[in-house]
């Protein structure tokens, strides 16, 4: 079955919308829709797998604990955080979605 990742996001959202899109033992591919959404003030993810995270659409900001420069997303571009390397989404446009595909894996 053929989906496509911009459809079905709703006109509205209460918050952030994470969905899994599928999921194995290994691995666990989400779609995110951000509107202005950001980590809360000094909160930071630290997570027990890796993440692959690819910017689909909009803009953000990534920070990270260890005092890296913030980076700056634009359509296109990815990174691989790698299993607890604290990081947050410091900003998301809030006047466009940003889409993001993300792989946690081990």
Request: aromatic share 8%.
């Amino acid at each position: 079955m053929i989906r496509n990742l911009f459809a079905d996001i709703p006109a509205t959202l209460p918050g952030e919308l994470v969905e899994t899109l599928c999921r194995s033992d290994h691995a666990r591919i989400e779609r995110i829709v951000s509107r202005g959404e950001a980590s809360p003030v000094d909160s930071w993810y630290d997570q027990d797998e890796n993440e692959f995270v690819l910017l689909v659409s909009g803009q953000a900001r990534i920070g990270f604990a260890d005092g890296t420069p913030v980076l700056e997303l634009t359509p296109g571009d990815w990174l691989d955080i790698r299993a607890h390397v604290r990081h947050r989404v410091e900003w998301t446009d809030p006047k466009q979605d940003t889409i993001w595909l993300a792989v946690h894996y081990r």
